[in-house]
């Protein structure tokens, strides 16, 4: 069974940068798109970065573009996320997902396999 685990989230003052890791076990990286998606409390997950399955194409969401980075490490089964000129609004709770493709809007019902999520503040 696939499984992803999250970590990096932290307490930031705006303007600052963090690192989110996704690890993901019981498969390959290779064989899924994967996701970073957001959480704001009263609201659905919503993506803000996707990779196609052949990790050929990375899709951001307009409020990241710019400012956030994903990448891959395929050997380490890893995800990352480099979130730099952090704001208020990018505070919540960040998950990882890997399904068979992965797009920007909200997630559906039964769309992916997720980690637990990693708690990010951005506040003064």
């Known amino acids: 069974q696939l499984q992803l685990v999250e970590s990096g989230g932290d307490l930031v003052e705006p303007g600052g940068s963090l690192r989110l890791s996704c690890v993901v076990s019981g498969g390959t990286l290779a064989d899924y798109a994967i996701g970073w998606f957001r959480q704001v409390p009263g609201k659905g997950r919503k993506g803000i970065v996707c990779?196609?399955?052949?990790?050929?194409?990375?899709n951001y969401a307009e409020s990241v573009e710019g400012r956030f980075t994903a990448s891959r490490d395929i050997a380490k089964n890893t995800v990352y996320l480099q979130m730099n000129s952090l704001k208020t609004e990018d505070t919540g709770v960040y998950y990882c997902?890997?399904?068979?493709?992965?797009?920007?809007?909200?997630?559906?019902?039964?769309?992916?396999?997720w980690g637990q999520g990693t708690q990010v503040t951005v506040s003064s």
């Open positions: 990779f196609s399955k052949d990790g050929g194409r990375t």
């Open positions: 997902v890997a399904d068979l493709v992965c797009g920007l809007g909200y997630a559906p019902p039964g769309f992916g396999s």
